[in-house]
């Protein structure tokens, strides 16, 4: 379990389970066995049935009869849901940080892009997580640049909830080929002072996400019919 500080166990553990979650340590449709948590993670059964109570609230867990608590799938509205959302602060962030960002800044970008290129030449090339971290370690430069704690602060909050979706675009070898370009597009937009062409550029990132992650989503839905 991470080190959560001051809080109570049952969040601890929510926090955890959460994360294992977004991340895809626990996948889709897998179910949560409550003896098996408790066992894993050191603790009783009780505070395992608070947190999955919590994920239940958040929507990242259901309750299926005769099974128990199991992942919540991801799907199709809950994928264009965040992706909205995205669209629109990203599209906010690119224009406030073609107008904001600094030199310094502008060189961060610059490593960030370099960096996830350089990962998919090593052969970390298939831990996602990793290559995912260093997506948004790019993206992260973009949002400091704004200088808008609250945007920031929003950006942030969204990023937790985006994790599934883009763990699930980067097991696409094709798509990681495509990130790398459209963060040299993007760098190269935002070094210019190019407003149009970075808000241009951001949307086509962006939607580009949401076609792929879609089509894998739907695949799944229908598998999933198909063994039923």
């Known amino acids: 379990m991470e ?15 959460r994360q ?7 996948k889709p449709g897998e179910r949560l066995m409550e003896i098996r ?6 603790v009783s059964r009780t505070p395992i049935r608070e947190a999955i109570r919590m994920l239940e609230l958040d929507g990242l867990v259901i309750m299926v009869p005769r099974k128990g608590a199991q992942v919540a799938q991801i799907t199709e509205k809950d994928l264009n849901d965040v992706l909205e959302v995205r669209l629109g602060l ?17 060189q961060k970008l610059y490593q960030a892009s370099r960096s996830f290129e ?13 290559l995912a971290q260093a997506d948004v370690a790019f993206h992260d430069v ?3 640049a704004t200088n808008n704690e609250r945007l920031i602060q929003l950006l ?11 763990i699930e675009y980067l097991k696409d070898v094709k798509s990681r080929r495509s990130l790398v370009e459209e963060h ?12 149009a062409g970075a808000q241009k550029m951001i949307r086509e990132h962006i939607e580009r996400q949401q076609e792929s992650i879609m089509q894998t989503v739907h695949h799944q839905s229908m598998t999933g019919v198909e063994e039923k």
Do not use: W
């Not at 080190?3 to 389970?17: C, K």
């Not at 294992?20 to 626990?26: C, F, K, M, S, V």
């Not at 948590?37 to 050191?42: D, I, R, S, V, Y």
């Not at 350089?118 to 990793?130: A, I, N, R, V, Y």
């Open 20 to 26: 294992a979650i977004l991340r895809g340590e626990l």
């Open 37 to 42: 948590l408790a066992n894993q993670l050191g």
């Open 156 to 166: 942030n909050n969204l990023r937790e909830q985006m994790y599934r979706y883009r």
């Open 142 to 144: 973009i949002y400091q």
């Open 90 to 106: 990203e599209e906010l962030a690119v224009k406030l940080a073609c107008q904001r960002i600094t030199e310094s800044e502008l």
């Open 3 to 17: 080190d959560y500080q001051y809080l109570p166990l049952r969040d601890v553990v929510f926090r955890t389970l």
């Open 118 to 130: 350089q990962m998919l030449e090593t052969t970390e090339t298939d831990d996602l997580q990793k």
């Open 184 to 195: 040299d597009a993007l760098y190269e937009h935002m070094k210019n002072r190019d407003l």
